[in-house]
């Protein structure tokens, strides 16, 4: 993880971390990170993949996100904060018409079942316009990672992607600590992991 280069002030051991190549970015802490340490690292890291990229980050790193109210998900059960407290929830917004979410989406569940025990949510969002074609694609599939709309979740604009697929990463204190748009390799998932 690189941060040279970033606008934010960032805490003195994650310099420390970072700036030896033989140590490790997981490296434990005496302590945990807070969520205003790991908001603020997130925001850092985003700036400098922004720098070296041109591509702006997306909004949503480095805030904080809690599930505002309970929505139906397509197997008629209830998701709320409670089922994503304390759990590294990896939010993924889809559309049945996507083909990089046909790519993607095989590799997301096969992720969530390895890990789920571990302590790895998974929220599904589909974008369709119609709720049909989402319900269809995943059942067709065999899916069954927890998937409603995005329009019944409410997670708000700074949330909302900006181009399909869009997997954002929430860390157990529930900070969003990284976008990823596009395609996503399978050992990219194994990555966030980091994270629990």
């Given at each position: 993880?690189?941060?040279?280069?970033?606008?934010?002030?960032?805490?003195?051991?994650?310099?420390?971390?970072?700036?030896?190549p033989?140590?490790?970015?997981?490296?434990?802490?005496?302590?945990?990170?807070?969520?205003?340490?790991?908001?603020?690292?997130?925001?850092?890291?985003?700036?400098?993949?922004?720098?070296?990229?041109?591509?702006?980050?997306?909004?949503?790193i480095?805030?904080?996100l809690?599930?505002?109210n309970?929505?139906?998900?397509?197997d008629?059960?209830d998701?709320?904060?409670?089922?994503?407290?304390g759990?590294?929830?990896?939010?993924?917004?889809?559309?049945?018409?996507?083909?990089?979410?046909?790519?993607?989406?095989?590799?997301?569940?096969?992720?969530?079942?390895?890990?789920?025990?571990?302590?790895?949510?998974?929220?599904?969002l589909?974008?369709?316009?119609?709720?049909?074609?989402?319900?269809?694609?995943?059942q067709?599939r065999?899916?069954k990672?927890?998937?409603?709309?995005?329009?019944?979740?409410?997670?708000?604009?700074?949330?909302?992607?900006?181009?399909?697929?869009t997997?954002?990463v929430?860390?157990k204190?529930?900070?969003?600590?990284?976008?990823?748009?596009?395609?996503?390799?399978?050992?990219?998932?194994k990555?966030?992991?980091?994270?629990?």
């Amino acid at each position: 993880m690189l941060l040279a280069g970033a606008s934010l002030s960032i805490p003195a051991w994650v310099g420390a971390q970072t700036a030896t190549p033989k140590k490790s970015a997981t490296a434990k802490r005496s302590k945990p990170m807070t969520a205003a340490e790991e908001a603020e690292v997130a925001r850092a890291v985003a700036d400098n993949i922004a720098d070296r990229t041109g591509d702006p980050p997306h909004p949503a790193i480095g805030t904080s996100l809690k599930i505002p109210n309970k929505f139906k998900l397509f197997d008629g059960q209830d998701f709320s904060e409670s089922q994503a407290s304390g759990k590294l929830l990896l939010i993924y917004y889809w559309a049945s018409w996507c083909p990089v979410c046909k790519v993607v989406s095989p590799r997301l569940h096969d992720f969530w079942q390895k890990n789920r025990s571990k302590g790895v949510e998974v929220l599904t969002l589909s974008t369709d316009i119609e709720v049909q074609p989402a319900f269809a694609y995943i059942q067709q599939r065999g899916y069954k990672f927890p998937t409603s709309m995005a329009a019944a979740a409410k997670l708000g604009e700074v949330m909302a992607p900006r181009s399909l697929p869009t997997l954002m990463v929430r860390s157990k204190r529930g900070v969003i600590v990284s976008v990823d748009e596009g395609e996503i390799d399978a050992d990219e998932f194994k990555d966030f992991l980091v994270h629990l």
